[in-house]
């Protein structure tokens, strides 16, 4: 399903990269016995993303960081 909204197919380039790095961190090799595995799977890597996660392009922080540091300086 797209993320994006109507006429603006740049809105989902950001999702796509997302799935893309859980899915070849967390996702392929694996196999999950049941939904609820592979929602928890999926509900601690947007937790580890979000909070463990260092991305050169935010300073080499995470995202939670760069949030903090953002508006800190604000």
């Known amino acids: 399903m797209s993320m994006s909204r109507v006429g603006k197919c740049t809105d989902n380039g950001p999702m796509?990269?997302?799935?893309?790095m859980l899915k070849r961190e967390n996702y392929y090799g694996r196999k999950f016995n049941s939904r609820?595995?592979?929602?928890?799977?999926?509900?601690?890597?947007?937790?580890?993303?979000?909070?463990?996660r260092y991305q050169r392009k935010l300073k080499v922080?995470?995202?939670?960081?760069?949030h903090e540091h953002y508006y800190k300086a604000a």
């Open 16 to 20: 796509e990269g997302f799935w893309g």
């Open 36 to 52: 609820e595995e592979l929602v928890t799977m999926i509900t601690g890597y947007i937790e580890y993303y979000n909070t463990g």
């Open 61 to 66: 922080m995470t995202p939670m960081e760069f």
